[in-house]
């Protein structure tokens, strides 16, 4: 189990980033698919990254096809671009927190993912480019950083939503 601060003990470096004690920087992921559970209807998702105030990322799919746009694909993309944003920023030490238990579970190798394979290479890689990398796992809004990340999440979900109409 990675060490854990609570968030009243994460600290702000000078750029503006969460950081822990040990200097890992902390990153808040989450994912938002609209119509998930919805077979009939169109999916559409987004994904928010929250590095702490004013280091926020928000963004909706670019993908249009329904293996692109559930949950778990969203929560997923989340985690891999806290990880780009990590290695182009130099953050060589990050814990990403996500309250997405198969995310989790999968990345620290405790259940075996059957799907998204290609994100998790893509994760595997980015970690590669780092010092350390640890997940996890935290409850649904239960941290104003993960409040933050999931909002973002579902603006970037919307966003998505208004292109396809508006197309």
Same mark, same amino acid.
Request: overall charge neutral.
């Given at each position: 189990?990675?060490?854990?601060?609570?968030?009243?003990?994460?600290?702000?470096?000078?750029?503006?980033?969460?950081?822990?004690?040990?200097?890992?920087?902390?990153?808040?992921? =989450?994912?938002? #698919?609209?119509? /998930? !559970?919805? $077979?009939?209807?169109?999916?559409?998702?987004?994904?928010?990254?929250?590095?702490?105030?004013?280091?926020?990322?928000?963004?909706?799919?670019?993908?249009? =096809?329904?293996? #692109?746009?559930? /949950? !778990?694909? $969203?929560?997923?993309?989340?985690?891999?671009?806290?990880?780009?944003?990590?290695?182009?920023?130099?953050?060589?030490?990050?814990?990403?927190?996500?309250?997405?238990?198969?995310?989790?579970?999968?990345?620290?190798?405790?259940?075996?993912?059957?799907?998204?394979?290609?994100?998790?290479?893509?994760?595997?890689?980015?970690?590669?480019?780092?010092?350390?990398?640890?997940?996890?796992?935290?409850?649904?809004?239960?941290?104003?950083?993960?409040?933050?990340?999931?909002?973002?999440?579902?603006?970037?979900?919307?966003?998505?939503?208004?292109?396809?109409?508006?197309?």
């Amino acid at each position: 189990m990675p060490f854990y601060a609570r968030p009243n003990q994460l600290q702000l470096d000078n750029r503006g980033y969460y950081m822990d004690r040990r200097g890992f920087y902390v990153c808040y992921c =989450d994912g938002s #698919s609209f119509n /998930n !559970n919805d $077979a009939r209807r169109q999916l559409f998702s987004g994904y928010g990254c929250f590095f702490g105030p004013g280091r926020a990322i928000s963004q909706h799919s670019d993908f249009d =096809d329904r293996y #692109s746009n559930t /949950n !778990n694909f $969203a929560e997923l993309f989340s985690i891999v671009m806290a990880l780009r944003h990590a290695v182009k920023f130099g953050l060589f030490y990050v814990q990403v927190r996500s309250d997405s238990t198969w995310c989790v579970n999968c990345l620290n190798g405790e259940w075996n993912p059957n799907c998204h394979l290609d994100l998790f290479d893509e994760i595997q890689y980015l970690c590669g480019c780092l010092n350390q990398v640890e997940f996890c796992f935290v409850r649904r809004n239960s941290e104003y950083g993960h409040q933050q990340a999931n909002e973002l999440a579902q603006r970037g979900a919307s966003r998505h939503q208004n292109r396809f109409y508006a197309n």
